[in-house]
């Protein structure tokens, strides 16, 4: 929806900044998110993801600017008045009430007759998966199934918007790559939009419909994780989201469908296909993923790129092994190649001199 002109954003940010004293928490951020969607705001800490996050609630208000869910203006709606409801990253489940209890809290505090609250949490236990854990109360759940809980609470009331701060920040890795999928199944079934803060790049990235990358009280780059990851809009972002080798240079040539650029990091020219603009002589930034490199003892003539260096490192993480090869600039980079047999691994060591190489379309020039 959000690349349908037409399309009317159910959740409409416009201008809005929080202060504290002097102090910009959050500064003169827009943003739309459109029904059904998961809309991550990822930044690292600090960032004033969780403050904006709570002035959508409205839990804190606004310095300025302008919050709309459903064409209807926010300013001066209480938390509980509006079409939303908010998870919080420590749950906050009532430790003396069985899962059942905290599930049915809410609605049994809004006076809804007794038999439609049994029905409604029944229902959601049974999304959630915790028939089997009704009758327990919270400290003797798992991390996992408190997560649980304090999801089906926050959904019981059929919000349209649900704010979820960190929501699988308590888990282990393996339980948060499971729950994560998980999450987006319940989503998709409620057909809920879900506005999502975490600091976790790669969670971002599994849950997202688009991401908001935060730094410094700004959202400086909005899009799909594809386009967050492809095009990152600076040396930030591309920084943030996954790891990436940067090169400074200046364009020397300046095609319709390529640039050169020169860059003493290099000591041959980088040839850039790819998200390219600019004029001769400005100063660029050049990014390319280890991914998107290629590492070999024997020349790469089918390269657009290639650098000769020595590899300083190696480590080998099961599906694929990265290298750190020195260039003979001094230049570091990062290369990450694939194990795709049980000996991949194992042909390059420490030492080795190596040819490291890249297309043309693996390179994007980003803002410094
Ligand atoms: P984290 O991931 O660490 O929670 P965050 O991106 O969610 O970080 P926020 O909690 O939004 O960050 O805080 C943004 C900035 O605003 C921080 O520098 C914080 O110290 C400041 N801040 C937040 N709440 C207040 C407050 N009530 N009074 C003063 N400063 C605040």
């Known amino acids: 929806p959000w ?3 037409k399309a009317v954003p159910f959740l409409q940010v416009k201008n809005v900044t929080k202060k504290f004293g002097t102090f910009t928490a959050v500064s003169d951020v827009s943003l739309d998110v459109y029904k059904g969607e998961i809309f991550c705001l990822l930044g690292g800490s600090g960032c004033g993801k969780s403050t904006l996050l709570r002035m959508l609630s409205g839990f804190e208000d606004v310095t300025s600017g302008q919050i709309i869910i459903d064409g ?8 509980y008045a509006r079409q939303t409801n908010m998870m919080f990253q420590s749950y906050a489940l009532f430790p003396h009430m069985t899962v059942e209890k905290n599930i049915a809290y809410g609605l049994k505090r809004d006076g809804l007759p007794r038999d439609e609250v049994a029905v409604r949490v029944s229902e959601m236990i049974s999304l959630v998966q915790l028939d089997k854990f009704a009758n327990r109360k919270p400290h003797q759940l798992s991390g996992g199934q408190q997560q649980r809980v304090a999801l089906a609470r926050s959904l019981v009331k059929k919000p349209k918007l649900l704010m979820l701060d960190e929501p699988l920040g308590a888990l282990d890795k393996k339980l948060r790559e499971e729950t994560q999928f998980e999450l987006m199944e319940i989503q998709e079934n409620l057909g809920v939009t ?8 790669e969670e971002a990235m599994t849950l997202s419909s688009r991401i908001g990358v935060m730094t410094d009280g700004q959202i400086v780059q909005t899009g799909t994780p594809h386009e967050i990851y492809e095009y990152p809009a600076n040396r930030f972002v591309a920084d943030f989201i996954g790891s990436v080798n940067i090169f400074e240079g200046r364009i020397v040539e300046d095609e319709v469908d390529y640039v050169v650029v020169q ?3 290099t000591n041959t020219d980088i040839f850039v296909a790819h998200g390219v603009s600019g004029t001769v002589g400005q ?6 993923r280890p991914e998107k490199m290629t590492i070999s003892k024997d020349p790469l003539p089918d390269m657009r790129n290639v650098i000769k260096g ?3 490192e190696v480590a080998y993480m099961g599906n694929r092994s990265v290298y750190q090869v020195q260039l003979e600039s001094g230049k ?15 042909t390059l060591t420490w030492e080795d001199e190596v040819y490291v190489g890249w297309a043309g379309q693996a390179g994007v020039v980003v803002s410094q």
Do not use: L, M, W, Y
């Open 332 to 346: 570091r980079v990062r290369v990450a190649h694939p194990n795709r047999t049980r000996r991949g691994a194992h």
């Open 194 to 201: 879900f506005v999502v803060v975490t600091h976790d790049q």
């Open 72 to 79: 209807q203006d926010q300013a001066g709606v209480a938390p």
């Open 283 to 288: 100063k660029v930034a050049i990014a390319v």
């Open 310 to 312: 020595t590899i300083a």
């Open 263 to 265: 860059s003493r990091e």
């Open 3 to 5: 690349n349908d002109p």
